[in-house]
């Protein structure tokens, strides 16, 4: 069983910035990928950022150029540094490690509310 830790969440205004963690139980070296999730209520959770064992990130095209997701093997942590922040971002941000295409764990999530 793999825990993750999602911190950093909060009520920011627009334009602002947050940096969400995610610290793993486990070592996350060999972790196929890690990546950053967001549900808005009443939506479906939906992909926001992905970075792979190997360093090559992806993001949802409505964050690109504002957010940045990083890992550091050595705390066992993968990060979300968001900036610009817009309302649209509000949602609950979950952390997800997948280490197969059928086998993976999630956070319990973080609350990020973005006022205008």
């Known amino acids: 069983q793999v825990q993750l830790v999602e911190s950093g969440g909060g009520l920011v205004q627009a334009g602002g910035s947050l940096r969400l963690s995610c610290a793993a139980s486990t070592n996350i070296f060999s972790i196929r990928a890690m990546g950053w999730y967001r549900q808005a209520p009443g939506m479906q959770r939906e992909l926001v950022a992905a970075i792979t064992s190997g360093g090559s990130t992806n993001y949802a095209d409505s964050v690109k150029g504002r957010f940045t997701i990083s890992r550091d093997n050595a705390k066992n942590t993968v990060y979300l540094q968001m900036t610009s922040l817009k309302p649209e971002d509000t949602g609950v941000y979950y952390c997800?490690?997948?280490?197969?295409?059928?086998?993976?764990?999630w956070g319990q999530g973080t609350q990020v509310t973005v006022s205008s």
């Open positions: 997800n490690a997948e280490f197969s295409a059928a086998w993976g764990y």
